[in-house]
């Protein structure tokens, strides 16, 4: 599992510079296969071999200039609780604020380690002035210049060392599917492990997780073998009020990014919003599978045509990634909580589905043949042949002769027709082209 680094500090000091500047490379791979980018405050990056998600906290707070300090220090202590490492930015043109000095105090009693990085030093005369930052009781610092990215491998290098050891999976363990529940606060979470679960009656084992704050539970169901995935985010640990789309990205990250499958609750009476958004674009660009749960659905009013109704509006909020069970459920009456866990079971399944190459290319060849991709700058592309890559989620590598004249749209045509031929319900899909 990765590490989680949250970079905290006062509004326009240089984070999402940084930010961008760490993901860039990762990005650019991201938005080529998918072609959609929502969230620019969470993605990952990597350093001598080590990955790691990284996230900008400053970027969650909307009108970020007048921003309160109240919330300020509301994220560094989520931060505190949630990451792994820590990276305080402050910058060298203004010195130590008044700010500075609160965020100091919150991370000198934290023992995860946190790092002092001084922005915006891109001379000598900077580099001396930076040493005021010893004022802030933190240790050491890093000088850095997002802008150019000078001093950020030296940062990097301690960074990467700080992350603790990422265990492997023990080969003995049984695999069987993740399932994280995940959604904005009170949307029901809780009541729906509840109902699910009784009162762990039907806990088998308890497996300790990868890392301290994570623990899979496994669960013997309605039939089915699964692993809860609990974390910091199912247990409510944190005395922090949750009312920034930024708390459920940050609650959310680590259960999802360990998951196989993310129930995604949705509260029927709130809808599909800006913060469940956040967390369904959250679980697509870790190619995690998907289920929608849409609970309280005890509380609306309904007739013949609500489900569809509604059912057509949260699809439209997922545009493009649209090919999502959506289930209706009452935590409150256990109104289809079976239905739930079957639904995310067939995704797991749709998630780890193999397909032969000569399957694959007996049924895609002949409808490429029928639409091929269309001539770019009078130039053909041909393809030869299809093959899914051994990766945990699918991933097609289709085989042709100019693999950078093929556009989106058609790569979007390619997904459709594997997932109308061969089900990948709930799960993203990756379309690469490659030169043969
Ligand atoms: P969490 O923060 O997502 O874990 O949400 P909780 O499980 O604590 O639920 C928040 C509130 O919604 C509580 O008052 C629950 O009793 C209520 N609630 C949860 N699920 C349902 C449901 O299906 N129907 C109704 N009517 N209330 C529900």
Redesign the pocket.
Known sequence: MNSIVAIVGRPNVGKSTFFNRLIQRREAIVDAVSGVTRDRHYGKSDWNGREFSLIDTGGYVKGSDDVFEAEIDKQVVLAIEEADAIIFMVNVEDGVTGMDEDVARLLRKVTKPVFLVVNKVDNGKREEDAVEFYNLGLGDYFTIASINGSGTGDLLDALVKALPEVEPRDEEEEILPRFAVV?R???????FINALIGKDRYIVTDIAGTTRDSIDTKYNRFGFDFNLVDTAGIRKKSKVKEDLEFYSVMRSVRAIEHSDVCLI?VDANRGFDGQVQNIFWLAERNRKGIVILV??W??VEKDHKTTNEVEKYIRSQMEPFTDVPIVFI???TKQRIYKAIETAVEVYKNRSKKIKTSVLNDTMLPIIENYPPPAYKGKFVKIKYIMQLPTPQPQFAFFCNLPQYVRDPYKRFLENKLREIFDFNGVPVSVYMRKK
Do not use: E, M, T, Y
Not at 185 to 191: E, I, L, Q, T
């Open positions: 959604g606060p009170n949307a029901g979470k809780s009541s609750v609970n309280k005890d509380l009452s935590a409150l």
